[in-house]
């Protein structure tokens, strides 16, 4: 496959559609094909549009209120994902940046998860998150990173003003050089032996401690929430030229032979 000309042109000719093309791991694959049998490749396609950071920020500057954005690094699970846009809609975030590369995408399972929230929160997809990070910051937002070893705990951490909360992934947590990017690494104090929590967890905890501090602070009884306020885009909906298509090819190519050919959700087999 690696030197098959129609299989190269059909690379090429994605990738001059806008879709990004990633080369993963067989372990991969099983992972975003639920363990079905397939070929050495699989195209996902997106539950919802994402647009870029730059129409997120000019979105957000007459909230009326200090915008709130959650941003995840390496967060390769869906159903976390799914969970993480969740909880940020829930609490009143204002929009979710995650990377292009080694990042869950847009899948049916993560809208699934997300329970309908896709459809009102806006999802930025970055090609660089540090890059980016750097790029909120020059935009007057202050970047806190969550990790174990931070040196302020959530209930001390000031929460005020533009802010990004950053995730990291399930299993490493924030990379080295995103903890560099960060303001101010927080962290949740956990009394039991487990020693961390779950990434949509921790995320839901810390815009939750937002939400605390802000909107919920004289809410009492049965006393409504106030309404939510949305980034305002282009005419109300995402600009077409800010639209990025959230297409994606996964591929191995020195895959074992398959066993047999079975469709799986979510995904297109493609015979060499």
Known sequence: MRSAAKFLQLLRDAKASGVLVEEVTWARLGQITGGSVHQGIALQTAASETLDLDSLIDGCKDLGEPPLLVALDGVTDPHNLGAVVRSAEAMGAHGVVIPQRRSAGLTGSTAKVAAGALE????????????????????????????AEGDVTLTDVDLSGPLVLVTGSEDQGLSLLTRRHCDQLVRIPLRGITPSLNASVATALCVYEVARRN???????????PPIKRPRLVGGEVAAAAVVQEQRIELDLDPPKPTADLEFDQSIQLSP
């Open 215 to 225: 909107w919920m602070k004289d809410i009492h009884g049965q006393a409504p929430s």
């Open 120 to 147: 009102h929160l806006p999802v930025a997809r970055v090609v660089n998150l540090n890059r980016s990070l750097e790029k909120l910051k020059d935009a007057g937002y202050r970047v806190v990173g969550l990790a």
